[in-house]
């Protein structure tokens, strides 16, 4: 052995190892810095979006109550939403990475399979997200905000000159300070970056996306306050021999939650068929201005129905019209492929199930309807559960938004149940299934993304 390759494998074995591991401890706490600035900066972005659909959200509320008196504030609702509908349609043409919910693209990118402009994905997913959601359509804020914030992660590596990898990272630490942001849930943004976008558990993934986390929702919380997203009072836990509820429960969120993913795939098709791009707009605005007249409770994400349901006493007809017409209208919003998210509108759409379920059920085996909060989050996480195959998050997020730890069993259960529900029908995790369409482009990707998923999942 030469004394060149000798010395070679002493650096390796006993010098290389140390500098190496010295390197890597470094890159550590450096991560959990840069996840700290990351987090501030997607923090205050995230905030501003939160809190700018908040204030558009009211004005629409009182321009709808207004335009029932007032014929010139119904002539300016119109102009207003028909400037939305140009605005959004024409963002879209021009930063196609910024449509539809935003975690697809994330995704994407951490897989090395999209390159996206991180400045100009971040200017289309603001303005078009706020009018987006503003002009009425049933999207949410979640996804628009991880994008926000995995493209700030991006941005700040771009001007740092790190490195690919650590990049990834940094958009990781993104990806969960826009998630901790939105709802004030530091744990279910750090959750959610393992469970569903980085598939990776490591020291350095966990430590700088909680430390981007937890400042990101500091940040909104000084701006928020330390509220729970929603308002919701549990007085009474269900008795143990009542679990049986729960376990049907989950297993109708399962189906009901397969049914929603592909009733998504088929909206979106059909929004595909349309051209040119002016008639989704078209349709979405003239779509908008039914509701507006004759349903105007379903316009915009729904966070304050969640409320409503969970407060008990509705009528089983209109829970059940109102579980429909939210059901079609935002598998209608998501497929006109505006920016938004479907993380709230499905939350809604839990919640209401949830509601239902306790209004036919609870009378039948004897309860008042005073579980109808316990029911409405059961149906939450049971739904998040079928939908995002994400049970643990979906746990997570519910308790941190709601403020209610006690309902860990319950909770654990309904997702449980959901969650293979939704695998036994072969339904497809809906990110799976909006990324495999976003790479390829091809329609009817509901049926095919079914089958590559269940041969996916077959053992060799």
Known sequence: MSRKTERIRKNNSAEGMPRF????????????????????????LVSAFRLSLTKIDEIRGVLLAGAQTKLSLVIWCLLLL???????????????????????????ELEGKIKANWLSVIIAKFIGGVMAVGGGLSLGREGPSIQLGAMVGKGFSRLSGRLHSEERLLMTCGAGAGLAAAFSAPLAGVVFTLEELHKTFTAEVLLSTMASAITADWVASYIFGLRPVFSLTVSNSLPLS??????????????????????????????????????????????????????????????????????????????????????????FSFGTGAPGGIFLPLLVLGAVTGGLFTEIVSPLVGYANTYAAYFVILGMAGYFAAIVRAPITGIILISEMTGIFSNLLPLAIVSLAAYITAEIMGGVPIYDQLLERLLTGRKNCGSSCDRRYRRKKEPL
């Open 21 to 44: 591991l010295r390197v890597m401890g470094n890159l550590k706490y450096r991560l959990i810095v840069e996840g700290i600035g990351v987090g501030i900066l997607a923090g205050i």
């Open 242 to 331: 009542h679990y049986w509820m729960v376990l049907v429960l989950g297993v109708i969120m399962g189906a009901f939650g397969v049914l929603y993913n592909r009733c998504i795939a088929l909206s979106q098709d059909f929004f595909a068929m349309l051209k040119p791009a002016w008639v989704k707009a078209a349709l979405a605005f003239g779509v908008i201005v039914l509701l507006a007249v004759f349903y105007p409770q379903v316009l915009g994400s729904g966070h304050d129905l969640v409320t409503f349901v969970g407060e008990g006493g509705a009528e089983v007809k209109v829970l059940l019209v109102l579980l429909l017409v939210k059901f079609v209208f935002s598998v």
């Open 82 to 108: 028909f400037f939305f509908t140009v605005c959004v349609s024409f963002i879209v043409s021009r930063e196609p990475l910024c449509s539809g919910s935003g975690i697809p693209q994330v995704k994407g």
